[in-house]
């Protein structure tokens, strides 16, 4: 009976044709033609599912299916959620893709692909590394609970409800995710950190109707002067929000924190050639990395009001509005946030304008402790996957699902990512790495054996 | 033979037949359809000048033909140039008219039709005054040209080229124009001020291609961002505009003109309510008319940027955008105000941001003196006209062809509108007083008389 390292080694060709084989149904969630096609992605999961010998189920919704697997619980050790998706963005634009997107072609180690990084390449590693246990180390040494989804590109709509209705059914000590990158190649990277998000709608309207500039200009207030006055106050020219209160409970990054990201191979340079600008910007006194992952920001998503098409029009228009969202870093409560703001903007708006804010959505960031045992668990079996010690990063961005982990199941979410931020997630030319592939279930297995030394 | 005033009294119902039957014609400028109305609205004013004796001239252009009237030279008197419009605004939406627009219709002393007041109705003021003078004075004492154009409501292109051109012929010592409106009911004016302008489009542009705002956001500068910093840094909160010199040439209001705004009859708690605000803005230390008439201005026209649809996107765009004008009062000259704005708005362009400034279009404002003899005389001739003195009112748009008057032919013009400003020009119902039809005349008519006694 080979050992767990020797059966990966044995297998892996087989787990790459298996990952074709599922990279070949075109599970686009979105696309309502693809019905079918999610539900031969669910049942090829469950049939995998089943022939591990976990207790497996095919869970319908009003939407696409999602599919839950789990072994006998391990008494004393604990129970792990690992989360993952089976559908795929859509593969248009067509025209851009070296091959089909959904015929699998291996080039130069990777295999390419609409969805082998963005999940099923990487959802793939942990039940890979569970086949390979249950073969040479007998009965899991704890119990895992497989959650995959058939709408995470959609909005996850149906597995809210799910993770709602069956919270008891879902119960962990914490959740696995590989769904997210490495920080660079060579470089895997845990992801401790996410922002939330406040996401707003202001509208402001001034007279009843629009009017001519030169007729009325200057006697009434112009909506979209007003818009662009109370917009350029949110924020002063260090980069500092101006909503009062608004950093009463922002966590400061620790010293160890900054001392990690200063210690990243971040190329300034090459990230500013990568989005075409010349000079980076933001919070005075935090290096980018800090700005973009770990401290709060402001951003115009969209503005508009009056005449936007060919040549001039003189009007005083009646009306102006703005979408804008503030990232939130852990600690900050989108709803403190959203009450702050509406008196503060209410004081920044001139006499002669009403105003209308509309709270979007929002969400709490998140963090996990980087002194969790879980954390080190992770760290070690990633550096046994590898052959290299993580780093640990945040990420700018929000992945909700995180967000409601922790609201719903009280418990924090280790996101392993065996991506590369070049993978093309979303875009043509999709791709995995078949070497990360690898490395990811290496250290999945090894993820069951450092988390079950963990006392529940 | 009546006198003048007995003829007027003989001829008006007549004089109110003739106009039905120039409304009658649908001369929409901008409709290619009615292109024939355009020909037979030119021919019919040029029957008319013919009826008088006037050497008149359909001259054709590029577009809608213009007429050329004009009466012998009066030695050692003034010549005076009348302007005015044969052409009309469409008259949809049609469903909001009460009688249709081209079948004029008299109810309450008004005729409604499109063109009554803007400008059919006012410019045969000026041609039934010449025909009262020829039938009971003889020969006019003055020499008048008279300028129809048919090309207003779309521009004035070919007038422009005509200008040009003939600019010799159309000597003269003063224009006469009768396009605007009195201050108010039973309140006559005369509009010696108008307003100029100077007219931008703001391009910025941040990172070359949209980015994801939880990814990005905080290391880069946001277009939209960056544009409402900039704009609202163009004016501060009392109104003052802060492009540097920006006042440098303006011209200030007189202890007279303060004066006299400060006694109309401006009632600002129902001007509110016309325009539907709860309270009015603008410059620190100026009344509202002041404000609206004699002081410049800053108005945004347009912005856009983002995302503007329903819902949210998380987006950090690439670029923003935004028009924008200066109202200029007179001395203020628009391509010394751009050359101070360029600098100006580089200077406040964020690091990471490139700007685009479009010049897109300038014109200086106009004052005529209060003290100009041709002021006195047409004032004068308001008062015998009306049977009250005029008001002198300024106005705070710009009319192009009073500007291009005096750049071409170095004559100021008299702006005596016989309107009222809920006449509807533009818009359904367009109407105009028939008793205001007949005091314009009888203005009209003392206005030769006032101007011929004036040494050129």
Not at 83 to 96: I, K, M, N, R, T
Not at 110 to 115: H, M, P, Q, S
Not at 325 to 337: E, G
């Amino acid at each position: 009976m080979p050992d767990l390292p020797q059966y990966l080694e044995k297998e892996a060709s087989r787990f790459e044709e298996e990952l074709c084989e599922l990279l070949r149904i075109p599970s686009v969630s979105a696309d309502s033609n693809c019905r079918d096609d999610m539900h031969r992605a669910a049942g090829w999961l469950h049939e995998r599912f089943q022939a591990l010998g976990l207790a497996s189920e095919i869970v319908k919704t009003k939407g696409h299916p999602l599919v839950y697997a789990e072994s006998p619980p391990v008494p004393g050790k604990p129970t792990v959620l690992v989360y993952g998706h089976y559908d795929v963005q859509p593969a248009d634009p067509l025209d851009e893709w070296d091959t089909a997107p959904f015929e699998p072609a291996v080039r130069d180690g990777n295999v390419y692909a609409r969805g082998a990084t963005d999940d099923k390449g990487q959802l793939l590693t942990h039940v890979n590394s569970v086949e390979a246990w249950l073969a040479t180390r007998g009965p899991l040494p704890l119990q895992l609970k497989f959650l995959i989804e058939g709408e995470e590109e959609i909005g996850s709509e149906n597995l809210e409800v799910f993770l709602r209705n069956e919270s008891k059914r879902l119960a962990c000590d914490v959740v696995v995710i590989s769904d997210t990158s490495q920080f660079g190649e060579g470089c895997p990277a845990i992801t401790y950190g996410l922002r939330g998000i406040a996401y707003f709608e202001l509208r402001v309207s001034g007279p009843s109707q629009d009017l001519h500039s030169g007729v009325f200009g200057g006697s009434v207030m112009n909506p979209i002067n007003a818009l662009t006055q109370i917009m350029s106050r949110l924020i002063d020219e260090s980069g500092r929000i101006q909503v009062p209160g608004f950093y009463d409970d922002v966590v400061p990054l620790t010293e160890r924190e900054r001392a990690e990201f200063a210690s990243l191979p971040f190329d300034e340079a090459a990230f500013c050639s990568q989005i075409g600008v010349t000079a980076l910007a933001g919070e005075a006194g935090y290096s980018t990395l800090e700005r973009r992952w770990a401290r709060p920001t402001f951003d115009l998503h969209g503005i508009w009001g009056g005449y936007q098409g060919e040549g001039g029009k003189t009007v005083l228009p009646c009306r102006a509005g703005a979408k804008f969202s503030f990232r939130l870093v852990p600690q900050q409560d989108p709803h403190r946030i959203a009450a702050a703001l509406r008196p503060f903007l209410e004081s920044l708006c001139p006499p002669g304008i009403r105003m209308e804010l509309i709270e979007m959505h929002g969400a709490p960031g998140a963090l996990v402790s980087l002194e969790s045992p879980f954390m080190s668990a992770a760290a070690t079996a990633v550096e046994r996957g590898f052959g290299q010690r993580p780093v640990f990063i945040r990420e700018g961005g929000s992945i909700p699902i995180v967000t409601r982990f922790k609201e719903v199941l009280g418990v924090d979410t280790l996101l392993l990512g065996w991506g590369l931020e070049d993978d093309h997630a979303h875009g043509p030319n999709e791709k995995f790495s078949l070497a990360d592939f690898h490395c990811g279930i290496r250290s999945s297995a090894a993820l069951w054996e450092e988390l079950s030394k963990i006392a529940p």
